[in-house]
């Protein structure tokens, strides 16, 4: 049999003549045959493989024109697509209908949305929806975003450029609390820091110089031995401090003839505390008195400290003490200096600047605050 060909402006074929049978058109090929028949006992419209109807079926379509596949679907062209729905208002769904659980991809026409859901009903148990101005919404509850791959290499990016900070590094901001083990802070250590609300990493000397470096350098200096008579200045006799268990903290003090250098600018407190005795003799004025110069040339008496003894007897050895205090601006380690003086009333009967070489007695102590 050759070719047949049915003309008219309304041809048909009809197969079958509505009893309850299948009807069919086989295809018989050489190597394997195909068919599209009416699958009676189904009332679906079959396109299989081989030639009994119902077995190894490729696509059906049912009574409500639902189209069903049982292999692999594709679709070959420069712009092939996949229309699903008609414009009309509902909702069009692809299910994965999966043994243990079902999955969808659907248009939720209700609220507008592409949904990424839990089972097979649109609309519940979303994960994941986008609305029409392409906002991406996780959904709320118990749900977690996993970038695998986020390794410090691979994974997260924003505006196109990898985040390569961890999460555990993250939840460190978030008030983690675990606490490491301590460290040496250096001034090449960073801080993180809002400038003006963008975020930026700074060095640790950025902080010392907002804060003022906090107290950096502190020492004692004592006179060794007692000084008869009034001492303007005392330049003599000058020791660190050696008592045991004493301590100083960064650079030492520098003296000479009297003369204490600073090792570096900034504000220093300066306490000079001194120790007098008199043999014998009654109403007498001690005065403690600290001198400063910012040329290295004029000193000027900054700070004063005065006592008095009044002993009533002429016998005995008598004793008091006086205390003078300033904080001086260093702004020049050239040119700020300080030297220390004591002035006595009496001279003829044996008034001293008490001095020892073991414990402090006259003795003046310097501590730097902070950055000029």
């Not at 493989?49 to 079926?57: A, F, H, I, Q, W």
């Not at 450029?161 to 490491?180: H, I, M, P």
């Amino acid at each position: 049999m050759g070719t047949i060909q049915i003309d008219g402006s309304t041809p048909k074929i009809t197969v079958g003549n509505a009893t309850a049978e299948d009807a069919t058109i086989l295809f018989d090929g050489n190597a394997q045959d195909f068919y599209i028949a009416l699958d009676d006992s189904a009332d679906d419209l079959l396109i299989g493989l081989g030639s009994t109807v119902g077995t190894t079926p490729a696509i059906s379509i049912d009574e409500n024109l639902a189209v069903k596949t049982y292999g692999d679907i594709t679709m070959t062209g420069t712009t092939p697509t996949l229309t699903i729905g008609d414009a009309g208002a509902e909702d069009t769904a692809i299910v994965f209908d999966g043994n243990a659980q079902d999955f969808y991809i659907a248009l939720d026409d209700s609220a507008d949305d592409l949904v990424i859901g839990l089972g097979s009903t649109v609309g519940t148990t979303p994960a994941i929806s986008i609305n029409e101005d392409q906002d991406v919404t996780i959904s709320d509850g118990a749900i977690d975003f996993d970038v695998a791959s986020h390794d410090g290499t691979n994974g997260l990016k924003l505006g196109g450029t990898l985040v390569t900070t961890t999460a555990a590094e993250l939840n460190l901001l978030d008030g983690d609390t675990s606490v490491g083990s301590s460290i040496t802070v250096a001034d090449a250590d960073g801080f993180v820091v809002n400038d003006g609300g963008t975020m930026k990493t700074i060095p640790a000397t950025d902080i010392t110089t907002y804060v003022g470096g906090g107290i950096s350098a502190a020492s004692q200096w004592r006179i060794t031995a007692s000084l008869s008579g009034v001492q303007d200045p005392i330049t003599s006799g000058w020791e660190v401090n050696d008592s045991t268990g004493y301590g100083t903290l960064g650079s030492l003090m520098t003296e000479s003839s009297g003369i204490f250098t600073f090792p570096s600018t900034g504000i220093w407190y300066i306490n000079f505390h001194a120790g007098f005795y008199v043999n014998g003799w009654d109403d007498r004025v001690q005065q403690t008195i600290i001198q400063t110069t910012i040329d290295d040339s004029t000193y000027t008496e900054v700070a004063r400290g005065v006592s008095t003894m009044n002993s009533n007897d002429n016998a005995g050895f008598w004793y008091t003490s006086g205390d003078a205090f300033f904080t001086f601006d260093v702004t020049d380690t050239a040119n700020c200096k300080v030297r220390f003086c004591t002035s006595v009333e009496d001279t003829v009967n044996g008034t001293a600047t008490y001095g020892s070489s073991t414990i402090n007695i006259t003795y003046a102590t310097f501590i730097r605050l902070g950055d000029t």
